[in-house]
Structures are given as C-alpha cells and as structure tokens.
C-alpha cells in the first residue's frame, strides 16, 4: 500500500500540532496571561466535560444536533443539487440564481435565525431552516461550476446519441461533474452544522448550541470551551473519516489515486 505510510505520517503529524496546541494552552492558562474565569486549563474543561456526561446531558445534546443536522443536510443537498443540475444546464437559470446564491452566501448563519423564528416559529422547523439556507447555496454553486467544466463534446456526444432530460442529467452530468460536487458537498456540511449550532444558540432545549448558550448564561467558560471542542471534534471526525472515504471513492473512481483495496 504505497498510499498506506505518507497517510500515517500525516495523521501522526497532525497529532503533534493537536498536542502543541494543548501545551501551549496549558502554558498560557500556568502563567496566567489570561483571567481564569475567562480562560479554564484543559484540565477544567475536561472535568466539565466529564459532568456533563454523568450528568446526562451531553450525549442527548450531541444526538439532537447530529440529528437535525443529518435531516436538515439531506433537504438542503436535495435542493441545492437540483438548482445546481439547473444552474449548470440552463444558462437562464444560472444567471438568473447565481447572483441570488452568492449574495446569500455572504449572510452568516447566525443572520438567518431571526427570519426562521417569524416564519417557523419554536419548533424544529426553524433548525432546519436554518441548515438548508446556510448550506443549500454552496452546494448549488459548485454543482453548477462542476457542470460548467464539463467538456462541451460530453454532453453533446450524449445528446447526439439520444439522451435527454432526466438520462441526460444523472447518466453524464451528475457523474462527471462529482469531484466538485463532492467539494460542495463538504463546504455544505460545514456550513450547516454552523447553522445548526447557531440556531440552537437562540432556540432550542436540547443541543449543543444549548450548552453552549447555558455556559454563556452561567459565566462557565469550561462548558463553553468544551461544547466548542465538541462540536470542533465531530466536524474533524466526519471530515476525516466519512468524508474523506467517500472522496478517495470519486478519486478512485475517476483513475487520479489507485484502488488499494483490491488485491
């Protein structure tokens, strides 16, 4: 497995940057540059960590915001790759909800929970609301900048041979254009599980935004830099692990890295 060494010694080397960091914020909390109150040692947050967890109200929060966030993504890839099939196949789409997409970009998450109160309500929906405006318009538009370069001749070759329609779009357009979509995909997620912790900052009883807004309103900054590291821990978590399998699958796929797990 050729792959198999230079892989482990980046896993090893970002390791050591994890445990650098964690020195060096050791250090900062041992000589005091920062009031502790406002800055907890490792040691604190691991402890409140640990509390929380006996005190059941971390793993409940962690499967509330997973859940949400795996409903709310799914709507918001559904949508954003169908805009995005438009946008790439139909200049008057694109032109028409490119400008649209890229002005909601510039919106932080945050920004769409007051809007998602007045039209949602408390309930769930305003969560999902959230999610899919944050995270819909990134993966529309790299759907559509992945269909885009297509080379022409494809989809004129598929045309000439009678496909269309729907054949035209998930048999060529779809498949050639993964790699970026795989990108939007990513860049979606991201963006989503921002939304989904903002949202739950504002409106929520179960969640991690909910323990973070709890630490805030008890001036407990160990249960707010732990939620933070949490929430930080899963993202690196599915990044590295389901993510990242599912972009050496396109990768090996497409013929730019060789299949390691046959032979």
């Known amino acids: 497995m050729p792959e198999a060494r230079p ?42 960590l640990a509390e929380l967890a006996r005190d059941g ?12 966030m795996a409903l709310g993504f799914v709507l918001s890839a559904a949508l954003g790759l169908a805009l995005g099939l438009a946008m790439g196949l139909s200049t ?27 039209l949602f309500g408390l309930g769930d929906a305003a969560i999902y609301f959230v999610i899919v405006m944050s995270s819909m318009a990134a993966m529309a538009i790299a759907t559509a900048d992945g269909i885009s370069h297509i080379p022409p001749h494809y989809l004129r070759a598929a045309r000439s041979l009678g496909t269309s329609g729907v054949a035209l779009s ?12 795989v990108t939007g995909i990513k860049l979606g997620w991201t963006l989503g599980w921002h939304g989904v912790v903002s949202a739950e900052l504002i409106k929520s009883s179960i969640g991690l935004g909910f323990l973070l807004h709890a630490g805030r309103e008890l001036n407990d900054a160990a249960q707010v830099v732990g939620i933070m590291l949490v929430t930080i821990f899963i993202g690196l978590v599915l990044d590295r692990v389901l993510f990242a399998w599912f972009e050496r699958r396109i990768r090996v796929r497409w013929g730019f890295a060789p299949d390691t797990s046959r032979g």
């Open 7 to 48: 892989l482990r010694s980046r896993n090893l080397a970002f390791l050591g940057f994890l445990l650098l960091l964690l020195v060096l914020w050791q250090a900062v909390w041992s000589v005091g540059l920062l009031p502790g109150y406002s800055l907890p040692s490792p040691a604190q947050v691991a402890v409140r």
């Open 57 to 68: 109200a971390l793993w409940p929060s962690v499967q509330a915001s997973v859940v949400r």
């Open 92 to 118: 008057l789409a694109d032109s028409c909800l490119r400008s649209l997409f890229l002005g909601l970009q510039t919106l932080p998450s945050a920004a769409w929970v007051p809007i998602a109160l007045l």
């Open 170 to 181: 998930t048999r060529v357009a779809l498949p050639a254009a993964l790699p970026s979509i």
